[in-house]
């Protein structure tokens, strides 16, 4: 696979995604829509007004509810990607995509990925250049192509789940 065609921008799903949690089905948002309507025909609004008002407050808990997820898987992908090395920089067109840049090279990023892989025992690299040759790729492509391993990290040196700690974020 060329550089160029290399995925290295991802949307907040995708992010969530390397880390086993799927985005949540923000369709059901519990029971603002209700109260809402409620609310408002108690205050005297037409039924048309009230609906308005019952959709407005459902919308308002599902962004709520996004941003809160949204804010979790961020903060622990932040943290785990710079522990490889990675940094996740947000666009300023889109918000929520990410671009994966190396904090000091594509180089070290490798590296920190291949402690990972280490560590998880299920393959083992000397060095990187074993890892590269392995591909074979280039330090870039290697790291790109093994985002993946970057969940494992919580459970080789902290014995727990990136996952968990997202949801633990989110409450």
């Not at 005297?44 to 979790?72: T, V």
Request: charge should be negative; hydrophobic fraction near 35%.
């Amino acid at each position: 696979m060329s550089p160029k065609k290399l995925k290295d921008t991802f949307h907040i799903g995708e992010i969530a995604g390397l880390f086993s949690v799927e985005e949540p089905d923000w369709t059901d948002s519990g029971d603002a829509y209700h109260y809402g309507y409620e609310y408002a025909l108690k205050e005297g609004q037409s039924e048309e007004e009230a609906e308005e008002y019952g959709q407005k407050c459902e919308q308002e808990e599902i962004d709520e509810a996004f941003r809160n997820w949204a804010n979790a898987v961020e903060y622990v992908a932040a943290d785990l990607f710079e522990k490889h090395g990675l940094s996740l920089q947000e666009s300023k067109k889109h918000k929520y995509n990410y671009k994966v840049v190396p904090i000091e090279s594509w180089r070290d990023a490798a590296r920190h990925i291949v402690t990972t892989i280490n560590g998880v025992g299920m393959f083992e690299f000397r060095n990187v250049k074993e890892f590269l040759d392995s591909g074979p790729y280039t330090a870039r492509e290697a790291v790109l192509q093994h985002l993946h391993v970057i969940e494992d990290w919580v459970e080789v040196y902290e014995g727990g789940k990136a996952r968990d700690q997202i949801y633990r974020r989110m409450r």
